[in-house]
Structure formats: structure tokens, C-alpha cells
């Protein structure tokens, strides 16, 4: 092949991938995942008796990009409660109905996509305001733990 | 933004996108002095256009990203002499990145700045506005000494090293500097009236300018009041630029009602030509906020060696992304500050030169060092790029000074 035929080719090849991508990215077509939680393990067929259900885990309220749910929760004195970043961008979960009214330093999670993270231990009943520090004054990133 | 609209956007963009395309495809070769000044009497235009498009991924620590996108910029001019020394210079820039990068922006970890639904962006790059510039400048030249009133409804405010997308520095390399809202964010300020004199290399600017960053629309054009200010003195001499500047922006976050002083200094370097050159600038950033004094050190560098071009970013910023949220009046407290730091390899190679443009191919690696107050929630991140690039021009050259 003749170097200039050869070098019009790879400049409609260049041509052809530059407007491919340029008009799959116009359409959105990065596949930028809405995190989910992480996939289970495969399971195989149990030979053995189904062995007894494990605990429960700490109550679990899950943050997506229409907010907190749920937003109120109710526990018992001694427990923790997870936090679940279901979005593609990060949160910050603070203790206080805002930013004036600290409270509840058991509630203090920056959650980056995917991440989950427990409070501390609730060790008093009493009711726990709580709200998103990058989402100030929306109520659906403002909630409360009961805890009784 | 609605979903509907979401998507006319992108219809939109994608005729938009592909007609730039197929026309700069189309235009015949022009023969021009690409280093040719506009000369007396006839009005000269420019077209100036860049465009990275391919495959950005982002290795987390819980859940990785990654994105087919495009980051462009279009910058077009019409200028005119006289021969008595005048000059005026109506500049457009645009950009398509509203319809090639998703609505809340490029994934890119520990990247701050601009706000998407509300809520201030974190790990993403904001997408560029349509009209990135849109303005005009007059010089006059009294002896040796130009003096030069500009003029923009969107444009540069004399604050800053030159913009990342200009500078030679950083022409190969699709991402934005993490320092980028600490240095030369200010690029695309709604609003700038601003005066400079230049003599023998020496400048002195100062301008007034709208001090918030662009809203979340990012096809309309932000008009406000020029309520902020800042001064500039440079020096350039040969292949060596320097300038430290300083500048007060009122409100500078849109949800966020304290205002911050941005000071900063560069040296930069640029020897040789298109095919075969050295460049480099070192920079300093730093933005003095209610909530503490965030400080951002660059380095970048490209080499081009012919056809081969390699180039690198090494960087240091003091983010504060784990209290990024908004304090009304009255409730602002330091923020816990994290000093992340960043280097970038990347190569790209010529694979075709035409009369209306340069065709590369080419990908680049990012790794970071995380402080120990993100490394519960950022582990050791890497990106990744690899991407096609096209660079173009036809008549007379731009100016990517400011």
C-alpha cells in the first residue's frame, strides 16, 4: 500500500472512531453505574439442612438521589444504625437537624458511592435529628433515629 | 433538568457535535502563516477547536466509574488593524461538553467545584457552558506602551495562569487540574469589564467581574452585577511567562453566602514550535474562605518530539470534600481540610496531519496519594483515560494569553 493511501485510511479510521465516540458520548453512553449494592456470592444447592438465618445487622437506611429512606427509624438503646450510599455521588450524613443545631455525634458519615458506614453505638433513648451536609434544607435528606 | 429535556439536549448535541465535525472535515485547506497576525485594513477571522473523546475509568474503592465522553472547546474570533497601532477583537467560545459529558460532569475522584442539583459537585468535573466566552477587546498602542479594554457577557477575569484548555502545558491532557477551582476557574466568569497596559514584557491588568460560578444551566448565559474585582502583573519575555495576581469573588459558590480572596502565581516556559517543542508551568493557588485557607501547588509538563508527545501533571491540593456542604450566615466553622495529591503519565501520538487538523491517539494513568482522613472512604483510587484527539485551526491565530 502507498504511504498516502495508507495514511487516508487511518485518518477515516480516526475520523470514524472520533465521531463514533463523540456522538455515543452526546448520547450518554457511559455506563456509569448506579452503585448497587455488592453482588452476592454465588450460592450452590446446600447438601446439608438449611443452617438457622444469621442476625440481623444494624437497621440499614439506604441514600439514593431522591434521599434518605427511610427517613425516620426506630431502634433500641445499644444499637447502631448503617448508612448505604445507593448513589453516584458522595453524602455526608451529620448528626443535628442542620448545621446550627449540632447533635447526635453518633451520626457523622461522609459516604463515598457504594460505601456503607455505621453510627456509633446509641447508648440513650431519645430521638436523633440528622440531615445531609451537601444537601442542606431538602427533607428528603433530613431524618430521625428513635431510639427507645 | 427534567429527563425530557436531558435528552433533547443530547439529540441536539449530537447534530450539533457531528456537523462540526463533518464540516471541519469539509473545509478546504487554507494555506495561512498559522503564526499570522491579523494585518491593516481587512478583518481577519479565527477558528480554533479542540475535541478528546473516549473511555475515562475510575478505580474506587467501593464502586468504580466509568464513562465514554467528550471534552471540546470551540473558540472562534474576528479581528481587525489599523495601521495606526488599534486593534479590536470579537471573540466566541463555546463548548459542547452540555452534551457530551453526563449532566452532573466527568468522573474524576477528589475533583471539586460548581454545584449539580443542587448540591455541591465532588469526584466530578461540572461540564462547560455552551458559551464558555463571548466578548470583545480593544488595544491602542501609544509608543511602546498598549494599552488594551475588554469587554465580556462571559469571559476570562484577569485572575489566574492562563486556563488549563490553552495552555501549551496541558493542550494533550483531557482532564481538568484538581487545583483548577483554586487557580484559573475564573476562565468563564459572567461578566468582565477590565483594563491592561503592557510595556516591554511588563503588564498590569485589573477588571471587575460577577463573582459567582456559572449556575446549573449550562445553555443560557448568567448576567449579574460585577461585584468582584482583582488585579494581575505579568511579565513574559522569550519563552518565559510569569504573573501572580489576586482577586476578591463575592459568594464565589452559588449556595454558599461567604465571600473569598484567590490569590496566585505561575511561571511557565514554552520553547519551540508545533512539531517539536518544551513546555512547562508551576503554579500556586490558594483561596482564603471563612471556613479556612485552601492551598493547591501544580506542576505539568509536555514534551512533543515530533509526531510523540508525552506530557505530565503532578499536583497537590488541600480539599474539603468531608465538610463540602453549605453554612448559612452565622454557622461557618473551619473545615477539616485533606491534602490530596495527584500525578499524571500520559502519551499521545500523531496518527494523521491534514491541512485541517491533527488526529492523536492516546491514554494517560493517575494515581493518588490520600490523606488517612479519606482513605476510610477512597482506599488508593487510579484513572484511566484513553482517548482520540483532534486539534484544528484555520486563519489567523488565536490569542490564549488570558
Given at each position: 500500500?502507498?504511504?498516502?493511501?495508507?495514511?487516508?485510511?487511518?485518518?477515516?479510521?480516526?475520523?470514524?472512531?472520533?465521531?463514533?465516540?463523540?456522538?455515543?458520548?452526546?448520547?450518554?453512553?457511559?455506563?456509569?453505574?448506579?452503585?448497587?449494592?455488592?453482588?452476592?456470592?454465588?450460592?450452590?444447592?446446600?447438601?446439608?439442612?438449611?443452617?438457622?438465618?444469621?442476625?440481623?445487622?444494624?437497621?440499614?437506611?439506604?441514600?439514593?438521589?431522591?434521599?434518605?429512606?427511610?427517613?425516620?427509624?426506630?431502634?433500641?438503646?445499644?444499637?447502631?444504625?448503617?448508612?448505604?450510599?445507593?448513589?453516584v455521588r458522595a453524602h455526608d450524613v451529620v448528626g443535628g437537624v442542620d448545621p446550627a443545631h449540632p447533635d447526635c455525634p453518633e451520626v457523622l458519615q461522609f459516604l463515598t458511592p457504594g460505601q456503607r458506614g455505621d453510627t456509633g453505638v446509641f447508648t440513650t433513648a431519645r430521638t436523633c435529628e440528622y440531615h445531609d451536609h451537601t444537601m442542606?434544607?431538602?427533607?428528603?435528606?433530613?431524618?430521625?433515629?428513635?431510639?427507645? | 433538568?427534567?429527563?425530557?429535556?436531558?435528552?433533547?439536549?443530547?439529540?441536539?448535541?449530537?447534530?450539533?457535535?457531528?456537523?462540526?465535525?463533518?464540516?471541519?472535515?469539509?473545509?478546504?485547506?487554507?494555506?495561512?502563516?498559522?503564526?499570522?497576525?491579523?494585518?491593516?485594513?481587512?478583518?481577519?477571522?479565527?477558528?480554533?477547536?479542540?475535541?478528546?473523546?473516549?473511555?475515562?475509568?475510575?478505580?474506587?474503592?467501593?464502586?468504580?466509574?466509568?464513562?465514554?465522553?467528550?471534552?471540546?472547546?470551540?473558540?472562534?474570533?474576528?479581528?481587525?488593524?489599523?495601521?495606526?497601532?488599534?486593534?479590536?477583537?470579537?471573540?466566541?467560545?463555546?463548548?459542547?461538553?452540555?452534551?457530551?459529558?453526563?449532566?452532573?460532569?466527568?468522573?474524576?475522584?477528589?475533583?471539586?467545584?460548581?454545584?449539580?442539583?443542587?448540591?455541591?459537585?465532588?469526584?466530578?468535573?461540572?461540564?462547560?457552558?455552551?458559551?464558555?466566552?463571548?466578548?470583545?477587546?480593544?488595544?491602542?498602542?501609544?509608543?511602546?506602551?498598549?494599552?488594551?479594554?475588554?469587554?465580556?457577557?462571559?469571559?476570562?477575569?484577569?485572575?489566574?495562569?492562563?486556563?488549563?484548555?490553552?495552555?501549551?502545558?496541558?493542550?494533550?491532557?483531557?482532564?481538568?487540574?484538581?487545583?483548577?477551582?483554586?487557580?484559573?476557574?475564573?476562565?468563564?466568569?459572567?461578566?468582565?469589564?477590565?483594563?491592561?497596559?503592557?510595556?516591554?514584557?511588563?503588564?498590569?491588568?485589573?477588571?471587575?467581574?460577577?463573582?459567582?460560578?456559572?449556575?446549573?444551566?449550562?445553555?443560557?448565559?448568567?448576567?449579574?452585577?460585577?461585584?468582584?474585582?482583582?488585579?494581575?502583573?505579568?511579565?513574559?519575555?522569550?519563552?518565559?511567562?510569569?504573573?501572580?495576581?489576586?482577586?476578591?469573588?463575592?459568594?464565589?459558590?452559588?449556595?454558599?453566602?461567604?465571600?473569598?480572596?484567590?490569590?496566585?502565581?505561575?511561571?511557565?516556559?514554552?520553547?519551540?514550535?508545533?512539531?517539536?517543542?518544551?513546555?512547562?508551568?508551576?503554579?500556586?493557588?490558594?483561596?482564603?474562605?471563612?471556613?479556612?485557607?485552601?492551598?493547591?501547588?501544580?506542576?505539568?509538563?509536555?514534551?512533543?518530539?515530533?509526531?510523540?508527545?508525552?506530557?505530565?501533571?503532578?499536583?497537590?491540593?488541600?480539599?474539603?470534600?468531608?465538610?463540602?456542604?453549605?453554612?448559612?450566615?452565622?454557622?461557618?466553622?473551619?473545615?477539616?481540610?485533606?491534602?490530596?495529591?495527584?500525578?499524571?503519565?500520559?502519551?499521545?501520538?500523531?496518527?494523521?496531519?491534514?491541512?485541517?487538523?491533527?488526529?492523536?491517539?492516546?491514554?494517560?494513568?493517575?494515581?493518588?496519594?490520600?490523606?488517612?482522613?479519606?482513605?476510610?472512604?477512597?482506599?488508593?483510587?487510579?484513572?484511566?483515560?484513553?482517548?482520540?484527539?483532534?486539534?484544528?485551526?484555520?486563519?489567523?491565530?488565536?490569542?490564549?494569553?488570558?
Amino acid at each position: 500500500m502507498r504511504p498516502g493511501v495508507e495514511g487516508d485510511a487511518v485518518l477515516r479510521a480516526a475520523l470514524f472512531i472520533l465521531v463514533t465516540l463523540t456522538i455515543t458520548a452526546c448520547s450518554g453512553g457511559g455506563s456509569t453505574p448506579a452503585p448497587t449494592s455488592p453482588t452476592p456470592p454465588v450460592t450452590t444447592v446446600p447438601t446439608t439442612p438449611t443452617p438457622a438465618p444469621a442476625p440481623p445487622g444494624p437497621p440499614t437506611i439506604t441514600i439514593t438521589a431522591s434521599g434518605m429512606t427511610p427517613l425516620e427509624i426506630t431502634i433500641d438503646v445499644g444499637q447502631r444504625v448503617t448508612f448505604v450510599n445507593n448513589d453516584v455521588r458522595a453524602h455526608d450524613v451529620v448528626g443535628g437537624v442542620d448545621p446550627a443545631h449540632p447533635d447526635c455525634p453518633e451520626v457523622l458519615q461522609f459516604l463515598t458511592p457504594g460505601q456503607r458506614g455505621d453510627t456509633g453505638v446509641f447508648t440513650t433513648a431519645r430521638t436523633c435529628e440528622y440531615h445531609d451536609h451537601t444537601m442542606l434544607g431538602v427533607p428528603a435528606f433530613q431524618g430521625r433515629i428513635i431510639i427507645r | 433538568m427534567t429527563p425530557v429535556l436531558s435528552e433533547r439536549k443530547r439529540i441536539a448535541g449530537r447534530l450539533v457535535v457531528f456537523s462540526l465535525i463533518v464540516l471541519a472535515g469539509v473545509t478546504p485547506a487554507r494555506a495561512q502563516d498559522p503564526h499570522q497576525h491579523p494585518s491593516s485594513d481587512a478583518w481577519q477571522w479565527g477558528v480554533e477547536g479542540n475535541v478528546f473523546a473516549g473511555y475515562n475509568y475510575q478505580l474506587r474503592k467501593f464502586t468504580d466509574f466509568d464513562e465514554i465522553e467528550s471534552q471540546n472547546w470551540l473558540m472562534t474570533s474576528l479581528s481587525k488593524m489599523w495601521s495606526g497601532g488599534s486593534r479590536i477583537q470579537i471573540i466566541g467560545m463555546f463548548s459542547f461538553e452540555p452534551f457530551t459529558l453526563q449532566d452532573i460532569g466527568s468522573p474524576q475522584v477528589f475533583q471539586t467545584g460548581e454545584t449539580f442539583n443542587g448540591a455541591p459537585l465532588i469526584d466530578y468535573q461540572h461540564p462547560h457552558d455552551l458559551i464558555m466566552n463571548l466578548g470583545a477587546e480593544y488595544s491602542h498602542g501609544f509608543g511602546a506602551t498598549t494599552v488594551t479594554v475588554a469587554g465580556y457577557a462571559v469571559g476570562p477575569a484577569p485572575l489566574g495562569p492562563p486556563v488549563f484548555m490553552h495552555r501549551p502545558s496541558a493542550s494533550e491532557n483531557p482532564q481538568s487540574p484538581l487545583s483548577h477551582h483554586y487557580q484559573d476557574s475564573t476562565h468563564i466568569t459572567p461578566g468582565v469589564v477590565s483594563i491592561g497596559v503592557e510595556r516591554a514584557g511588563f503588564g498590569l491588568e485589573a477588571g471587575a467581574f460577577h463573582g459567582q460560578e456559572p449556575d446549573e444551566d449550562r445553555l443560557d448565559l448568567d448576567t449579574a452585577a460585577l461585584d468582584s474585582y482583582s488585579v494581575r502583573v505579568s511579565w513574559a519575555d522569550g519563552p518565559w511567562q510569569l504573573q501572580a495576581s489576586s482577586g476578591h469573588l463575592k459568594t464565589p459558590e452559588r449556595k454558599s453566602p461567604y465571600d473569598e480572596t484567590r490569590l496566585t502565581a505561575s511561571a511557565s516556559y514554552f520553547k519551540g514550535d508545533e512539531n517539536r517543542s518544551t513546555t512547562w508551568l508551576a503554579s500556586f493557588g490558594q483561596n482564603r474562605e471563612v471556613f479556612g485557607n485552601l492551598e493547591s501547588y501544580l506542576f505539568e509538563a509536555q514534551k512533543r518530539a515530533g509526531r510523540d508527545a508525552f506530557y505530565m501533571r503532578a499536583e497537590t491540593t488541600a480539599k474539603d470534600i468531608l465538610d463540602a456542604g453549605f453554612h448559612p450566615i452565622g454557622i461557618a466553622h473551619t473545615h477539616r481540610q485533606s491534602q490530596v495529591s495527584a500525578l499524571t503519565l500520559g502519551y499521545v501520538r500523531d496518527i494523521a496531519n491534514r491541512s485541517f487538523g491533527r488526529f492523536g491517539i492516546g491514554g494517560d494513568v493517575t494515581g493518588y496519594l490520600v490523606p488517612d482522613n479519606l482513605e476510610e472512604s477512597y482506599g488508593s483510587p487510579w484513572s484511566f483515560h484513553v482517548f482520540l484527539r483532534y486539534h484544528g485551526r484555520f486563519g489567523a491565530r488565536l490569542d490564549h494569553s488570558h
